[in-house]
């Protein structure tokens, strides 16, 4: 009994050491000025030459101007709870722009109910995401962010309608809605 427990026992502890290998990082008050974290360091599509967004600010500022929820998604890449958000199943017309900088993100006639619990759209509007490798959680994903302000909107899956076969499964806190 005592080995089968030390087998358990020592499973468990490479299984979290392994895991928290992998856990992204969090985005602290020494930062840098974007609230980036270092998974996005590799030169995301939407920052300039530099790896600057149009819109920085340093952590302090960004905590300043967002809610702690909003904060948690656009600046530490943290996802709300599905189901959680009311933007989830918003059918009025519109568009949803970036809870952080306020650029107009995606339009309500791309947007559709993917049944995963988190606001879908197909396409992005022009010029407004960018996308960079996220290696988190043990698999590799395209995360989708703001191309002003880089602040993390979700992920793209390749699982989503025509015309594009996309689904960009958007966090509904990274996002504030317009109506027409």
Not at 57 to 76: G, Q
Request: charge should be neutral; aromatic fraction near 10%.
């Amino acid at each position: 009994m005592k080995k089968r427990y030390f087998l358990r026992t020592g499973a468990a502890i490479v299984g979290a050491a392994a895991l928290f290998r992998f856990w992204p990082s969090q985005a602290t008050d020494s930062a840098d000025s974007t609230g980036l974290n270092e998974q996005m360091a590799s030169e995301p599509k939407g920052a300039d030459a530099d790896g600057e967004f149009e819109v920085t600010k340093t952590v302090a500022e960004w905590r300043k101007v967002l809610t702690p929820e909003e904060f948690a998604v656009l600046r530490e890449h943290h996802t709300e709870r599905p189901h959680s958000s009311p933007l989830n199943k918003l059918s009025a017309v519109g568009t949803y722009v970036c809870a952080g900088c306020r650029q107009p993100l995606y339009s309500s006639e791309a947007k559709f109910d993917s049944g995963t619990g988190w606001p879908s759209f197909y396409a992005a509007l022009d010029n407004a995401v960018g996308t960079s490798v996220d290696k988190s959680f043990l698999m590799t994903r395209t995360e989708v962010h703001c191309d002003r302000c880089g602040g993390h909107l979700g992920h793209i899956f390749d699982d989503g309608p025509a015309p594009t076969g996309k689904r960009h499964c958007i966090n509904g806190v990274a996002l504030k809605f317009v109506a027409a």
